[in-house]
């Protein structure tokens, strides 16, 4: 599969085993999850043939010291603008190691192997790199896509039942936005992750990027259920995980959607099924409802994708959105309060 990103052309290759075979004339450096490498030591032989740095990936690690670090590993290493950067891991270690050679000598080669499911889909693919800054996540970050992300399932195979579903949020959420089979095969595939779905999924969201790199329009539309995420996110202090408060958003986004008209009863009913059939969460408890009340419009206005205004993906169909521009941000808190 191969989609041209701002003119720059992106492979994804689906392998079934770790033998991938790099030019073997170029330089190549690696960095990879410490937990990757520990959980994959004897596949990952076959893959490692260069110098490689390890990276604790975590939300503080994934910080411009790290990238420092990183730096120093790169220039101890003589690497240079042709040389190939590779990462091996989650979403964090392939925002890093994006970041990192889409800054160093002012780009270097970047190949990413993602290994779980939201990074398959989501995290590695589409070309946003990002490292956060002063408690903000993501605040950092360039548009640098992979000249090629490599695929390998066999990675889902020791994924904890959480990181899957943190992915099957997100593929649910994929397949809400735009018209495809994948709502039904997800349904009849009885939450198995095939390369079927994997495909589906890379392809709905690629299909935006390549209208959309840099997140001015069409993009935006993967930000479906995140504003009532971040929200639920931060309240809880990240005790409600991001793949839980995107299904709470989607929810909320279904609902906010109905009531002002934009869909019907039955389209809601379909949207709503989904999350439902997989079991995902519909409620939060008093608690956070009660911080929600208290600083629920402080954490909205701190949202680096609030500028003045604040933009929400609502429903107007099924496999339809569109985004609106909401004047009085206490709807959302409302709906927030209201519809979880
Ligand atoms: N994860 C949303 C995006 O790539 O735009």
């Known amino acids: 599969m191969e989609y041209l990103l701002n003119e720059k052309k992106t492979e994804i290759v689906f392998q079934n085993d770790f033998r991938i075979a790099f030019q073997k004339e170029t330089k190549k450096v690696f960095l990879i999850d410490k937990k990757v490498y520990q959980l994959f030591e004897n596949e990952l032989g076959k893959i490692i043939d260069g110098a490689s740095f390890l990276i604790y990936a975590s939300e503080e690690k994934k910080s411009l010291k790290t990238i420092e670090q990183i730096y120093r590993f790169l220039g101890e290493n003589n690497v240079n603008r042709s040389s190939i950067i590779i990462g091996i891991g989650g979403g964090i270690t392939t925002d890093i190691t994006a970041f990192a050679a889409s800054t160093y000598k002012r780009g270097c080669r970047l190949i990413l192997i993602p290994t779980t499911f939201l990074g398959m889909i989501d995290a590695a693919i589409g070309g946003k790199t990002a490292v956060n800054f002063e408690g903000i996540k993501n605040s950092i970050g360039t548009f640098y896509p992979a000249e090629k992300v490599f695929i390998i399932p066999k990675y889902l195979t020791k994924l904890p039942e959480k990181e ?162 909401i004047i009085e941000p206490n709807i959302i808190l409302e709906a927030l309060d209201n519809f979880i």
């Not at 593929?171 to 589906?200: F, M, Q, R, V, W």
């Open 164 to 325: 899957i579903k943190n992915g099957l949020i997100e593929c649910i959420k994929i397949a809400l936005i735009k018209p495809s089979k994948l709502y039904d095969i997800l349904i009849s595939n009885k939450g198995k992750i095939t390369s079927e779905i994997l495909k589906l999924a890379i392809d709905l969201k690629l299909d935006i990027c390549e209208k959309d790199l840099e997140d001015k329009n069409e993009r935006k539309h993967l930000n479906l259920g995140h504003t009532f995420a971040h929200i639920l996110e931060s309240i809880s202090n990240y005790k409600i995980s991001h793949g839980t408060a995107v299904s709470l958003g989607l929810r909320a986004a279904a609902k906010m959607s109905l009531q002002s008209g934009y869909i019907d009863d039955a389209n809601y009913k379909k949207i709503i099924y989904v999350l439902d059939y997989f079991k995902l969460p519909d409620k939060i408890p008093e608690k956070y409802k009660k911080r929600i009340r208290e600083n629920g419009l402080e954490i909205l206005l701190q949202d680096k994708k609030a500028t003045s205004r604040i933009n929400v993906v609502f429903f107007n169909g099924f496999q339809s959105v569109f985004i609106k521009e």
